[in-house]
């Protein structure tokens, strides 16, 4: 047995969490996409059958409050807020990424004008967006500059606090870029932000339930994530909106909803907000989605699995796995784009090939799946509620057999 083989299979002897795989529904294949979407929880199916069989086949509609559905996007909420660092009573659950960016920046936007115009800075009419983001944000932050008389300028992670001033209203960032897995310094650009009297919106699809946020330690106003990739709530699960608390009576939705009226049973036609984070919330929840996530949580909470337990082995992982590169790949083939430092490495390693398209489909058919970005980037997420370090050590050694 090779060397890296034998070291797999000694760290996956002694990995505390090496058990919740059995959790998951998954075969010979290594599966290193939870980046894009998480493997399936083992007892969701049988959870969803209840929803679907007895709640609503049976309970019909006194689901809405005999199954906890109507309060089901506050509840869920608050199972994901000590995930991103979070108190209760700070996240709601519901709509897509793409729309709670929207609510959330449209939302900073209005907030920073109101201090404006209370004559606590100049006018705010400049909206700073993550040059290399994913693109629906960029589309997203183009609508709402749009939508609130501002202008949009792209700016790098790195770039933004020169950019900042006085003008700024808000600053759309992704805590991890999705492409590279770069982790960018939250902390710091948050203080950054608010040293110019600006609101921070992040983007934590890329980090959430891979690593600490830390959203209340550091006073992020603003932030939204998806539940597909690394709390594995299936494919189009609901995304989450968090307002931080002192915000929340200011929180002002370009999109308000009968489920976020006040009195949402009332049917006025005047719009008057509810109060707390359930003004996030648009339009009936999408409840068999909604309840799949939440029992994808039990995860986390029935084994006591911890953030910090999460990202040691992610970091072990992925310093494994660019070892094995290291090892089998043939010098020149490919190249980190991933940064090396632990500090600004999110659960995924990027690795840039001229033929990438083409090696990741053979890598595939070969029982390894990753993905493929444009032009030349082959992705590789470690998920590690169910990674192994034998799933690395292969991934490793496939992709030097395939390149070779």
Request: aromatic letters at 8%; hydrophobic letters at 45%; a negative charge.
């Amino acid at each position: 047995m090779s060397e890296p083989r034998s070291e797999a299979e000694r760290l996956d002897g002694s990995d505390p969490l090496a058990a919740l795989r059995d959790r998951f529904v998954l075969d010979d294949v290594t599966y290193l996409d939870g980046n894009s979407l998480g493997a399936l929880p083992a007892h969701v199916p049988a959870r969803v059958d209840d929803v679907v069989r007895r709640q609503w086949g049976e309970l019909r509609i006194r689901s809405w409050e005999e199954s906890g559905w109507w309060t089901a996007p506050e509840r869920i909420g608050d199972r994901i807020a000590p995930l991103v660092g979070a108190a209760t009573g700070q996240i709601v659950v519901g709509d897509s990424t793409s729309v709670n960016v929207f609510k959330a920046l449209v939302a900073a936007v209005r907030m920073a004008q109101e201090d404006a115009g209370a004559g606590d800075g100049a006018g705010r009419d400049e909206i700073l967006v993550d040059a290399t983001t994913f693109p629906t944000d960029g589309y997203i932050a183009e609508s709402a500059a749009r939508m609130t008389g501002c202008a949009l300028r792209p700016v790098t992670p790195a770039e933004v606090p020169s950019a900042l001033g006085a003008r700024t209203a808000a600053v759309l960032l992704n805590h991890v870029d999705y492409r590279t897995g770069r982790l960018h310094d939250l902390p710091a650009l948050t203080r950054a932000v608010h040293a110019c009297g600006a609101y921070a919106v992040w983007d934590l699809c890329h980090s959430a339930g891979a690593l600490p946020v830390g959203l209340d330690e550091h006073g992020v106003d603003l932030a939204v994530g998806c539940t597909y990739k690394y709390l594995n709530g299936g494919p189009g699960s609901p995304a989450y909106l968090y307002v931080r608390r002192d915000l929340q009576p200011r929180f002002d939705s370009p999109l308000p909803g009968w489920n976020s009226h006040a009195e949402p049973f009332g049917m006025r036609s005047a719009y008057a907000p509810a109060s707390g984070a359930v003004r996030g919330r648009v339009g009936t929840p999408d409840i068999l989605s909604l309840l799949a996530l939440d029992a994808a949580l039990d995860v986390w909470d029935e084994d006591g699995v911890s953030v910090a337990a999460v990202r040691a082995k992610s970091l072990a992982l992925t310093d494994f796995f660019l070892r094995c590169v290291g090892e089998y790949v043939p010098v020149g083939r490919v190249e980190s784009v991933t940064p090396a430092a632990h500090a600004e490495r999110g659960s995924q390693v990027a690795l840039r090939c001229d033929d990438a398209g083409e090696v990741m489909k053979r890598l595939i058919e070969g029982g390894v799946v990753g993905d493929f970005r444009a032009p030349d980037v082959l992705r590789f997420g470690f998920t590690p509620l169910y990674v192994g370090f034998a799933d690395v050590e292969r991934a490793a050694r496939v992709l030097a057999r395939t390149l070779g």
